[in-house]
């Protein structure tokens, strides 16, 4: 399971972990919210269920500034759309562990946690639940294509500034090969054409033709989304 | 009752593989995708589509051997731009289905198309004395057909 495109809330209030969560959640594709006290995580979901895309997960911290995390949990349970919650703590006690999936959570996730496994039961839990919505309807597929889409322009977008700067040789042929892959599949088949010829002339001449196919990308990437835009 | 297929994607390009699972996910409600090589995640599916390439790594051929050793009758592809003669001695060895490359989008199909055979193959199967795949797929002659314009095309590059 994926978490590509996925929209996550984090309520967290403190920055070095909500930061941490966040741009690993994003490198793994997902669109990341972050609220800091559970005021701000209950207006963030409420506006999310009037919009075309609500929140699918929430990782929720129980010892918020504000209030008790279990009343996020106990909001998003009563709700038409059930977001999957996900309770994080430090305090580990079974005490904690029962509250919070009385309140509404899926997991109970101790806190100081490892990112790889956190990531992991992530996407399981979101596997789960998209098990649970297998029949879901044609407007549903409609939309989540629509949401990749935009989440693969946008990584396009990032590709762009990031080949503004010198790659290794090795990081440019694998960034080639995945390339032509993904583009082709989101419909971009010029740039995937382009990318398979490039990757072609970089293992003919070698690394010193990495900087030089590197301008060339990004020129082309550039001139994909310039036309996609009009 | 017809058998829910259980289908694994294993591929390191997220986007690749959100957008592929998106188009395979009515027709398989229990797909699951990973970005991880680990042995332990490949037990108990299927269907397996396995990339060739992991971040520069060519894992295709070792991926395949044990997903064979683990599930012997499963389908196993492979998503591959290129073909070189030892990946493609070790896919034949262990009965890879076929290979697609991932940036002809025609191939995509012909890929959907060789999973619907294989399905249609499991259900015409007696529930006892289950034989392989590989034994019973009718194309066996045009995949490796496939495979071979395949290794030609390498090889005059």
Known sequence: ?230 | MKKSHKLLILDDDLHYTGMLALKLKARFPELKVSSSTQKTLIHGYDIYILDNDFNGQKCGARLAEQVREQAPDSLVIILSGTLELELLKRLVNCHTAGVFDKGNIDELQAMNELIEAYIQSENLKPTENKISFAETFSGISDMISEWNKKLTYEEKR
């Open chain 1, 1 to 230: 399971m994926s978490i590509t495109g996925k929209r996550i809330l984090i309520v967290e209030d403190t920055p070095s972990i909500s930061l941490f969560l966040a741009a690993n959640l994003k490198s793994e594709g997902a669109n990341v919210t972050i609220a800091e006290t559970t005021e701000q995580a209950l207006v963030l979901y409420e506006d999310s269920l009037s919009s075309r895309f609500p929140f699918e997960l929430l990782l929720v911290d129980l010892n918020l500034p504000d209030s008790d995390g279990t009343s996020v949990l106990k909001k998003v349970k009563t709700a038409k759309h059930q977001a999957t919650c996900i309770a994080m703590s430090a305090d580990s006690s079974e005490t904690a562990k029962k509250k919070a999936l009385k309140a509404g959570a899926v997991q109970f996730i101790e806190k100081p946690f490892d990112i790889s496994a956190l990531i992991s039961t992530l996407k399981e839990r979101l596997h789960e639940r998209d098990i649970v919505n297998v029949h879901s309807s044609k407007h549903d597929i409609q939309a989540e294509t629509w949401e990749l889409q935009q989440s693969y322009t946008a990584h396009l977008r990032e590709l762009s500034n990031k080949l503004n700067h010198t790659i290794p040789y090795n990081r440019l042929c694998s960034l080639l090969h995945q390339l032509r892959g993904s583009a082709a599949l989101y419909g971009y088949s010029k740039l995937s054409g382009f990318a398979s010829r490039c990757s072609e002339q970089l293992r003919e001449i070698g690394p010193t033709a990495t900087q030089n196919t590197r301008k060339l990308l990004k020129e082309k990437i550039d001139a994909v989304m310039a036309s996609a835009v009009k």
